[in-house]
Structures are given as C-alpha cells and as structure tokens.
C-alpha cells in the first residue's frame, strides 16, 4: 500500500541547534516529494521540492532535504534553527501512479526553546 | 507570483445557514483543489477540479457543493452543515492536475466554525 511516514509526531529542539525531520513513503513509481511548513493559523507554505537530479535540495528559510531512495527517505534538514522556525512540517508525496492527487504525512510539530 | 488567495479568512455559521467559500488564483493554473484541515493533521483532500471540471469528489457529503465558475475561481458552497464540520479549509492550485512533477500551492485558509 502507498503511505508517508513521519514517525516523529513532535520534536523540541534549543534554538541554534540543528534539527532533522524524518519522512519515509512507499510507493511502486518514482515518486514527487515536498515539504510544507505550517504556521500556527497558517496555510501550507511550500519548503522544497525534489523531482528528479542532484539529489539534495534546497529550499527556502535554510532547509535543505536530502533524498535516499535506497532508503526510500526525504529527510528535512536545517543546521540552525530560529525560533521563527516553530510549526507544524508536513512531508507530502506524488508519483506516477497516484494519479490527480499526492498525499501527506501525519506531520511533525516542532517546539523551539530559547 | 505564487497566491492563492481564499476569503473569508474566518467564517461563523448556523447549522441552517447557507455560505461560500472562495478561492481566486491568477497564477494560469489548471488545477484547483478543496481540502479540510482538522488541528493537529494533515489536510485531507475534498475535490480536484481539471480544466474546470470536477474530477475528484473523495465521498464528501452533499452539504458541500464545489462550484468552479472559471479557471481562476473555486468556490465551496456550503449547506446545513453540523459542528463536525468545523475545519480549516484549504484551496490550492497547480499548473497541471497531477503531481507529477508538478507543484501544489496553498492558500492561508478559511477557518469556519459551525455552531
């Protein structure tokens, strides 16, 4: 069956740390893979997106996510975090064969502390 | 320029009420999406509109009816809801109806409160 995992419901991290968010999915086809970020009272604002290539992206706010399909992983990654950086983060996939539609993980809350 | 924009941004609604939803994109894109949020999850998809047409309806109860007047406007239509029905909702669009290899751009939301 097709899925998106993000085994991490909720992550705190001290700001300035690094931080690294988990997504792992399932599909037969190649898949499309994105990160959102949510804000409190916020719509789904797009971090990054993996298609095809060079296998690290970066996106927007620092982030960067790293895609291993040996590992069937789409991990997010940002090596300072700011308190801004605070929400909801969710992993989203598409492929080929999910025709009109991609599907979302369960999403990770992240707590910054000063 | 990547808005989809949504009004009402908040919404209070009796259960006899009837409302709307809009969602405007000016972006060309050919796709439009409904989704539902509840706190603390992940969207879940409503209806896809192709080319202006309805593609996806995933099971949603007739007391939400999508209406998509032109390329650039989705509305959700809204009737004799029930509490439950409480929810973030989201338009989104993108360039073509499929993920493949395309990208889906959200809205801020419509929070609605049904009472």
């Known amino acids: 069956a097709q899925s998106v995992t993000q085994p991490d419901i909720h992550i705190t991290v001290s700001e300035g740390a690094s931080l690294e968010l988990r997504c792992n999915y399932s599909?037969?086809?190649?898949?499309?893979l994105f990160w959102y970020v949510q804000s409190p009272g916020q719509g789904l604002q797009l971090l990054l997106k993996y298609f095809s290539g060079d296998t690290l992206v970066q996106g927007i706010k620092g982030f960067e996510a790293e895609f291993k399909r040996s590992q069937s992983s789409f991990n997010l990654r940002k090596p300072s975090v700011h308190w801004s950086d605070a929400a909801e983060y969710f992993c989203?996939?598409?492929?080929?064969?999910?025709?009109?539609?991609?599907?979302f993980g369960t999403g990770t809350s992240l707590t910054v502390i000063p | 320029d990547t808005e989809v924009t949504q009004t009402p941004k908040h919404l209070v609604m009796g259960m006899t009420n009837k409302k709307s939803l809009k969602c405007e994109q000016h972006?060309?894109?050919?796709?439009m999406y409904w989704y539902k949020q509840k706190a603390k999850k992940p969207p879940e998809l409503m209806f896809v509109y192709s080319y202006e047409k309805l593609s996806i309806n995933e099971s949603v109860p007739s007391r939400f009816s999508p209406e998509c007047p032109n390329s650039s406007l989705l509305n959700l239509h809204l009737h004799a809801l029930q509490p439950e029905d409480s929810a973030l909702y989201l338009c989104?669009?993108?360039?073509?109806?499929?993920?493949?290899?395309?990208?889906?751009?959200f809205g801020e939301g419509s929070w609605l409160t049904v009472v």
């Open positions: 972006m060309g894109h050919r796709a």
């Open positions: 989104a669009s993108s360039q073509d109806p499929t993920p493949y290899g395309n990208t889906i751009y």
């Open positions: 599909y037969g086809a190649t898949p499309y």
């Open positions: 989203a996939v598409g492929a080929s064969n999910t025709g009109n539609q991609f599907y």
